[in-house]
């Protein structure tokens, strides 16, 4: 596959498909103005879709297989380059690149990926925008794929802003309603903020490396850290590029963009916001490794900002009522973990809970879809209760999802995100502190999720009969679930802790590419935890599971009395909470208000009053004097002569005495 | 001035050079015959263009060969007086082209008068233009001066037209009284009239300079620059438009010619006043002409801020312009496409007038461009040439002026110049927008389109049509003039 | 017949022939216009291909005489010719006019014949300035190329179109008059009208006559481009112009500003420019957040795009006086850049205004639904004009930022910010235009783009994809003469740094 | 005992004056006139002064005299044509002011 075309292949056919759907959406579009009986829209748009996503799903698995093939560390495939800009000195081509790292996300991807394309041909059957919707997501999977495979950071970007357009148009999918538009444009927004933190980091790169090949660069790291001017440099550099993740992986100061995401389609929520687009900061951090582990005082702050972010998903997603909602702070939480982890050079534990999260969060995020498909989409958790028994598919599979949230013992998330505490725990210093941050978060995730799964699905049933009548999804939809419900159970075993002396799947399959960030770090003290604490930190980490899993769901099994108490208690409490700690708020008093005034105020008077006051004066002084001068000409001979008579004496002493 | 003299005057090289003087002397004559014979009334026409097509032929074969002066030295005939000749020659036959059918039916009969009188203004110009002496320059301008007066009011019948010609000759008269001051000052210093020898003996002393501001204001009196200007706008506006234009082009452009001449009297000193002098007069000429609703005031007022723009080149000498003869170009190429640019402008609107109407103010110009295209658009190039637009001659005379004065060193004098320009073109817009963008206002509308009834307007249209042409011709292909300057 | 003469003075033979053919016959006018046009473009694209990027040398030259100065006998000559700062607006205003002929069939109705005429002269001015090598015929073509837009703006135009024509015309013309006095200044200076030699000899004057005839000839341009202060003109100009005039003032007409800038400023006043660098790439940046704010306010969404016009000129003058390889490579494509997006801007909200009537933002919302097609082509266009990667505004914003980055940082950061207030304005108008409930009456029924106004925007579209994803062929064009000016520009600099004989520290990063 | 020349350019020199005062002060447009004719003669006499000053015994400079010969020719024209002008101007307006004529203006 080295060196030829056929990679192009796995982005470009999502490409091609996008472009086919795009094209059927027009034909149908024609076809329903032609006749305007609006004929369904064809099925032809989901299956060339699924077909596009299933052939880059095989390239993938054949690239893994040769990749798996060759020695471990000569493990790179790289495609034919294409060169893209070049400006004089300056060489911006793109090739793709398939190592370790890139397998891993190009089968997650296209794995997840084809699961939930499967699932929304039945979710999104008899949408006027179907074919549409296709489009959108094959777009999204082309971009994403670009962001993964390419080989220099202008690829990479080019993938970066990609997916940034697609979760635009797929949030504000259904326009006419409104708020989804807004909730769109906020996102791409919240997005375009870290872009421009990342173009910044990408300039100081090229400042530092001349070039902007992620290979080079991390080659490169060892020597710039040395040079102390240049040092900073790279603190900056890396910096303004977590930056730019905070974006796209809504992490702290950019995440309020997340949540209200959730207006678009629930399959969307589950590709973009759940299992691929959000991920692509942490990909970003383990692919330039070196630059961020160059300066510790930069994981620190990936860990800080982690650990908090994690805090505040998880406290915010406690007394949420719409059950897309509480799944959107969760995937906050849990992507603050993955930074945690990284922040304390767990780069291959990151990974691996970005792997189990897309399993079991894709699944619950489809499953909360099928619910709402039932419930004919309602999304209020207080409407609904005991729907195990009308949905048992969905229920047994919903299960596994939560179970492997919530972090219950010997299930995937347990393991990575089990991974991630201890070695921000080893870490030690200030680390630590995070790691207590990370265990509340912890406690409180098994609370948040268990307390869905009781509202949903057991207690009294507590919709209108009448009009609502829940029924289970058809096989299209959940065949996907039961697959990443499997995958969500064993997903565990890609990562065993080394105390179960077995290989670290993940950790041996990453070693070439997370190897220069290791080494850099441990110029700075290795850390290693001892078998006994390793054991303790298992032991621990199962207790708080189960105990605040079964406190959450006896609290809410019997019904929704709970949330009501605090709301009448504490309501400024569950305000608070329910606002994500009203950081949404503070943003439209603090930046987007003053921002609209400010336009009014340049708009009106800087521009109008001041510019072009003076540009209209300049023309008004002229008429202004020219209507003056006319008194001047008076018509009466007299005064013409005066004139004359001045002047001649006026030439007289000008001449005679200067 | 013994016999010899008498006949070393006719020799043939001083022949040649007084040639042209002759033939427009017998045409005035002849013509002076034909209106007293009703037989020869029909030959009026023939007359005047037979004469003027030979003066003119005359002066451009001098130009070819430049004959010597006349009556030991006083009137030197040499190429640029020849250049300028010719100047006054094509003003002259435009002018009277427009007057053709210009008078209401009270007027017609006396129209041989005013071709007499008309026919005599060029033969003083070009006494203005070739004098060497005080002298000849004087009775150049009288025999310039005296019938413009007359012809300023040849509408008797109206009161603008006696009251323009009224106070151009009241102030004229007091104009030339200065100049005739002046001179005798200049004389009683030096004892002599002759240019040059005055120019040998030099001007210092009170007397003297006393002499030269009084010659000097006259001449200002005539180029109409600030503070001598205020005549212009109410004797342009009150004497009918044909005489307008030979006013605005033919008398400025003498006044201009003999300036050069004596430029020398000014003393070096004077560059910056000068120039504070001609901007001021285009600041006065541009802002004036900016609040006028007429267009033929307006056009005299932008006529003031011509001459300005003109005058700076006389600053730009007197500060050290490298290039000697670089006014003498400058003057003759401006004055050359401010001829056919005002003359034809000014002979649109005494077109337009002939209709009966008062057709000259910015209100009855509106949405001309939809009746009558040809004159709409020949006004446009006019304004255009007038603000100094490339692709019109009025750009490069602008281009020529302002290489005088960056020449010389004067820069910010040439931006002010410049951007008073832009006030310029103010105006002359506002005539472009009247014709081609606003609708036609309900009071003109009932008015009959096409050609006018009052005969047929050939020579006047053909001579307005000819005007454009060739003022985009100075302006694409400025080679075919620019190689001919002296 | 060579072939710069050709393709210059072609749309004049066109408009010739629209001059003799009687009003009365609207289509034959059209055909004419239309066919002319479209010959002009082939012309372009036949030059473009022949153009060779690698030299810096100027190709396809006419060199003949027109006539000399009196005086001191200074020839002016008819030479026209192109080099890599040129070649890219040449093909551009070549190409884009076919399309915005095309798009007059819908808005223009009255007096079709002189608004063909003046199309058509317009074209042979913007052409004319491009490819003029002798510094009077680019005055000339300079001036003359106002005219026709005073006549389009002013005939065609809005309700306050007279206020904004003659405002336009006469803010452009004060700066080109001071312009005319370092024009005459220079060339007597160096008794040639040539402008290869004068560039080469230009840097030999001393620093401080070269910083006033540059502060000169920067003015002009300024003001064209429109640079900050200088910019309150074109809102108005854009507001009153019929959608044709619109497109091809901001495609091709502020470009001429941008060239001049390159061509007179840079390449004729090194020196002067590295000294003034610091302050055109302050004034750029703070232009391109202005500008977004500015359009940010506005409620008429015309005058809001005009806005976007003066934000992203800011980012080609930054690119412009970064005077880094990258950054005069970014400036000139993202001039093109800019003539595709603004362009389509232009087109598409004349097409609602020929069926809404309106300009106001809030008589529209919902219009994806009823016109899906249309919609379509406004995210492809507001997509491009925010930059986004894989179409043509990227590429040109990156070398631009980079470029700033490698000169000035601070002022790359400022004009980063631009890229999210761009992002905003553009979404914030997108939504308010097509998506949300459909509130007015009438934007229920309007019939969606007809197959003229998609084919007259295809052009526009392809060349804005093909850019986005395939800029080499684009870039190597301007290749040999950038390379020419950044070797000039670093003699220039070695003589600044000799000159103040400081050691510079801050190394100097390619 | 001749006058010296000093005097009679005063002399011109006062008479000039008298002449440009009459005609800003006068209202009637002939005694306007009538100044003009004033100052005309003053050149005259400073001419004639003139040349009696630079003329030398063997050597008359005459040029003096023969301007003022002109002067008093074109005198003659000018009065001419302008009492044509104020008869015009009577026949029209009834009266000869001066300020009559103010019909134009701005």
């Known amino acids: 596959m080295g060196g030829t075309w056929l990679l192009w292949f796995i982005p470009l056919l999502p490409l091609f498909g996008a472009a086919a759907c795009g094209l059927i959406h027009f034909a149908t579009l024609a076809a329903q103005k032609g006749d305007g009986s609006g004929k369904r829209p064809s099925a032809l748009a989901p299956l060339v879709a699924c077909a596009a996503i299933a052939g880059s799903l095989g390239l993938s698995i054949a690239a893994f297989k040769e990749l798996a093939a060759l020695p471990a560390d000569a493990r790179v495939i790289e495609s034919a380059v294409w060169e893209w800009i070049h400006a004089g000195s300056l060489k911006l081509d793109i090739s793709l690149v398939v190592d370790p790292l890139s397998a891993v996300m190009l089968l997650v991807v296209t794995g997840v990926g084809f699961l939930i394309h499967v699932y929304s041909a039945g979710y999104m059957k008899g949408d006027p925008g179907y074919a549409k919707f296709f489009a959108y997501l094959n777009l999204f999977v082309f971009s994403m794929l670009m962001l993964v495979l390419s080989s220099s950071l202008v690829g990479l970007f080019v993938g970066w802003e990609g997916v940034g357009l697609c979760s635009y148009l797929l949030i504000g999918f259904w326009y006419e309603k409104g708020w989804p538009a807004e909730a769109g444009q906020k996102a791409f927004i919240a997005n375009r903020v870290g872009d421009a933190s990342f173009l910044i980091g990408s300039f100081i790169l090229i400042k530092l490396f001349g070039t902007l090949d992620m290979s080079d660069i991390n080659a490169a790291v060892a020597g710039v850290a040395s040079d102390p001017a240049k040092a900073w440099w790279l603190t900056v550099g890396a910096l303004c590029l977590f930056g730019g993740c905070t974006g796209k992986s809504a992490q702290l100061p950019l995440f309020t963009w997340l949540p209200d995401a959730m207006a678009g389609p629930t399959p969307v929520s589950a590709l973009i916001h759940a299992a691929t687009m959000v991920t692509a900061g942490v990909y970003l951090v383990v692919r330039l490794n070196p630059v961020f582990a160059a300066d510790p005082a930069v994981m620190t702050v990936i860990g800080t900002v982690g650990a908090l972010t994690a805090l505040i998903g998880g406290t915010s997603a406690i007394f949420q009522r719409d059950i897309k909602k509480v799944l959107a702070y969760s995937t906050v939480s849990q992507l603050g973990y993955m930074f945690l982890g990284l922040g304390s050079g767990a780069f291959a534990s990151a990974i691996f809970h970005l792997v189990t999260h897309a399993f079991f969060k894709g699944l619950l995020f489809l499953g909360a879809g099928s619910v709402i498909h039932g419930m004919h989409d309602e999304q209020d958790m207080h409407k609904m209760g005991g729907l195990k028994h009308h949905m048992p598919k969905t229920f047994a599979t919903f299960l596994a999802g939560a179970a492997a949230l919530s972090g219950l013992p010997l299930l995937s998330g347990f393991f990575s995100k089990d991974e991630i505490l201890a070695h921000t725990f080893a870490h030690g210093g200030f680390h630590q502190v995070l790691w207590g941050i990370g265990i509340v978060t912890a406690a409180i995730t098994a609370y948040y999720t268990w307390r869905m799964v009781a509202l949903t699905f057991f207690g009294k049933e507590r919709f209108d009969h009448h009009h609502v009548h829940p029924h289970e999804s058809p096989a299209v939809m959940w065949v996907p679930l039961a697959v990443l419900a499997v995958l969500s159970v064993f997903g565990g075993v890609l990562g065993l802790p080394p105390v179960f002396h077995v290989a670290h799947q993940l950790e041996t399959w990453l070693e070439p590419v997370t190897a220069p960030g290791k080494a850099l770090l441990a110029m700075h003290g290795t850390h290693t935890l001892s078998h006994a604490a390793e054991w303790a930190l298992l032991g621990l980490g199962s207790v708080i599971a189960l105990v605040f899993a079964t406190l959450g769901f006896r609290a809410y099994v019997g019904g929704t009395a709970r949330d009501e108490n605090v709301e009448r208690t504490k309501p400024a409490l569950a305000d608070f909470l329910v606002g994500a700690w009203k950081i949404d708020a503070k943003y439209y008093a603090v930046i987007v208000y003053p921002a609209k005034l400010v336009a009014f105020v340049t708009a009106v008077f800087v521009d109008q009053f001041a510019i072009d006051g003076l540009v209209n004066g300049a023309g008004g002084l002229a008429t202004a004097t020219g209507n003056r001068l006319k008194i001047l000409v008076d018509g009466s001979l007299k005064s013409y002569a005066l004139w004359i008579g001045a002047g001649a004496v006026l030439l007289a002493f000008l001449w005679m005495f200067v | ?486 | 017949m060579d072939q710069l003469t050709l393709i210059t003075f072609l749309p004049l033979v066109g408009a010739l022939l629209v001059l003799l053919t009687p009003a009365s016959q609207e289509k034959a006018l059209r055909a004419i216009a239309l066919v002319t046009t479209l010959v002009v473009a082939v012309l372009g694209v036949q030059l473009y291909l022949a153009f060779d990027g690698s030299s810096a040398a100027l190709q396809f030259l006419v060199d003949k005489a027109w006539f000399v100065l009196p005086g001191s006998a200074i020839p002016v000559r008819y030479k026209l010719g192109v080099d890599g700062l040129s070649i890219l607006m040449v093909a551009l205003t070549a190409v884009m006019m076919p399309t915005v002929i095309l798009s007059t069939w819908g808005h223009v109705h009255k007096r079709v014949k002189e608004f063909m005429l003046w199309m058509l002269v317009m074209q042979t001015g913007m052409l004319g300035v491009f490819v003029a090598h002798d510094l009077v015929l680019f005055y000339f073509f300079w001036e003359v190329s106002l005219i026709p837009l005073y006549f389009i703006v002013g005939i065609w135009g809005g309700e306050r179109r007279l206020y904004a024509t003659i405002k336009f015309f006469l803010y452009t013309l004060a700066g080109s008059l001071v312009m005319l006095v370092a024009v005459i200044a220079i060339i007597y200076q160096f008794r040639t009208a040539d402008i290869p030699t004068l560039c080469e000899q230009a840097s030999s004057l001393a620093l401080s006559k070269q910083v006033w005839l540059f502060a000169a000839f920067a003015l002009a341009f300024s003001i064209k481009v429109p640079l900050l202060p200088f910019h309150t003109w074109l809102a108005d100009a854009h507001t009153e112009a019929p959608t044709s005039g619109s497109v091809v003032l901001a495609g091709v007409l502020l470009k001429m500003g941008t060239y001049g800038l390159l061509r007179f400023g840079i390449d004729m006043f090194p020196g002067a420019a590295l000294e003034h660098a610091p302050l055109f790439m302050a004034l750029g940046a703070i232009g391109i957040v202005y500008g977004a704010f500015l359009a940010m306010a506005q409620t008429d969404v015309k005058r809001l795009i005009a806005c976007s016009s003066v934000s992203h000129l800011g980012y080609v003058v930054l690119g412009m006086f970064a005077l880094t390889y990258a950054g005069l490579s970014g400036s000139i494509l993202q001039m093109v850049n800019h003539g595709i997006s603004t362009g389509l801007l232009f087109l598409l909200i004349g097409m609602i205004y020929e069926r809404r009537h309106t300009r106001a933002l809030d008589q529209f919302g919902g219009i994806a639904a009823t016109m899906p097609i249309f919609a379509f082509f406004l995210v492809f266009t507001v997509l491009s004009s925010a930059a986004l990667p894989g179409l043509n505004g990227f590429v040109g914003e990156y070398l631009i930022l980079l470029g700033a980055f490698q000169a000035k940082p601070l002022w790359a950061i400022i004009a980063v910010l631009g890229v999210i207030f761009g992002a905003v304005y553009l979404l914030m108008a997108t939504r308010r235009v097509l998506f949300g409930p459909v509130t007015h009456e009438e934007n229920k029924h309007l019939e969606d783009l007809n197959a003229r106004e998609v084919v007259l925007m295809l052009p526009l579209v392809i060349l804005a994809v093909w850019i986005g994803f395939q800029p080499k062929p684009f870039l190597d064009r301007t290749q040999g003469s950038l390379e020419r000016l950044v070797q000039k520009i670093e003699v220039a600099r070695g003589a600044q740094n000799a000159s103040l004989e400081v050691p510079t520290t801050e190394e100097s990063v390619r | 005992m001749n006058v010296p020349s000093e005097h009679l350019l005063y002399l011109a020199a006062g008479l000039f004056a008298i002449g440009v005062l009459g005609f800003l002060i006068r209202r009637n447009v002939i005694v306007v006139l009538m100044c003009i004719e004033l100052m005309l003669n003053a050149a005259n006499l400073t001419f004639l002064a003139a040349s009696r000053q630079h003329s030398t015994a063997q050597a008359a400079n005459l040029d003096g005299p023969v301007f003022a010969i002109f002067v008093i020719l074109v005198a003659a024209c000018e009065a001419a044509v302008g009492l044509a002008l104020i008869i015009a101007l009577f026949r029209l307006k009834q009266s000869v002011e001066a300020d009559s004529l103010s019909e134009m203006k701005g």
């Open chain 2, 1 to 486: 001035m013994n016999p010899q003299d008498l006949l070393q005057l006719f020799d043939d090289r001083a022949l040649a050079a007084v040639a042209p003087l002759l033939a427009l002397a017998i045409g005035i004559i002849v013509l002076l015959l034909s209106g007293v014979i009703r037989a020869f009334e029909s030959l009026r026409a023939p007359i005047v263009v037979a004469t003027l097509a030979f003066t003119g032929w005359l002066v451009a074969s001098n130009f070819a060969t430049v004959p010597g002066s006349v009556i030991d030295g006083t009137y030197i005939a040499d190429r640029a007086s020849s250049a300028w000749g010719l100047l006054f020659v094509v003003a002259t036959l435009l002018a009277w082209l427009f007057s053709h059918r210009y008078y209401a039916e009270s007027e017609r009969p006396f129209q041989v008068e005013h071709d007499v009188l008309m026919l005599t203004t060029p033969l003083g110009m070009m006494l203005m233009a070739g004098a060497a002496n005080l002298i000849v320059f004087f009775i150049g301008l009288e025999v310039l001066s005296i019938p413009l007066y007359a012809l300023a009011s040849f509408r008797r019948s109206r009161a603008r037209s006696v009251e323009a010609g009224l106070k151009y000759f009241l102030l004229g008269a007091f104009a030339a009284a200065f100049f005739l001051y002046g001179s005798s000052l200049i004389y009683a210093a030096t004892g002599s009239l002759q240019l040059a020898e005055i120019k040998a003996i030099g001007l210092h002393g009170p007397l003297a300079l006393g002499g030269v501001a009084l010659v000097m204001a006259s001449l200002f009196f005539k180029i109409s620059v600030f503070p001598f200007h205020l005549w212009v706008p109410d004797v342009y506006q009150g004497s009918p438009t044909p005489v307008t234009a030979l006013m605005a082009t033919g008398t400025k452009a003498a006044a201009f010619a003999f300036l050069i001449n004596t430029m020398f009297m000014l003393p070096k000193s004077a560059a910056l006043a000068v120039a504070v002098v001609a901007l001021v007069t285009m600041a006065l000429g541009n802002l004036g002409a900016l609040a006028q609703t007429d267009v033929k005031r307006m056009l005299a007022y932008s006529g003031i801020a011509h001459a300005g723009t003109v005058l700076l080149v006389v600053a730009g000498t007197l500060a050290g312009d490298p290039e000697s003869s670089g006014a003498l170009h400058a003057a003759l190429f401006y004055m050359g496409a401010y001829v056919f640019t005002a003359a034809g402008a000014f002979g649109l609107l005494a077109l337009l007038e002939r209709d009966g109407e008062r057709f000259t103010t910015l209100e009855a110009l509106k949405g001309l461009a939809q009746r009558r295209p040809f004159v709409a658009a020949a006004l446009t190039i006019f304004m255009l040439s007038l603000g100094g637009m490339p692709l019109t001659g009025g750009f490069l005379g602008k281009w020529m002026v302002f290489s005088s004065l960056v020449r010389a060193g004067l820069i910010w004098p040439a931006v002010v110049g410049a951007l008073l320009s832009v006030i310029a073109f103010g105006y002359y817009l506002r005539v472009v927008i009247a014709l081609y963008m606003q609708p036609v206002s309900e009071r003109d509308a009932a008015l009959p389109s096409g050609q006018t009834s009052a005969g047929s307007a050939a020579p006047a249209a053909i001579a307005a049509a000819v005007c454009a042409v060739l003022v985009l011709v100075m302006g694409t292909l400025p080679g075919l003039f620019l190689d001919r300057l002296p």
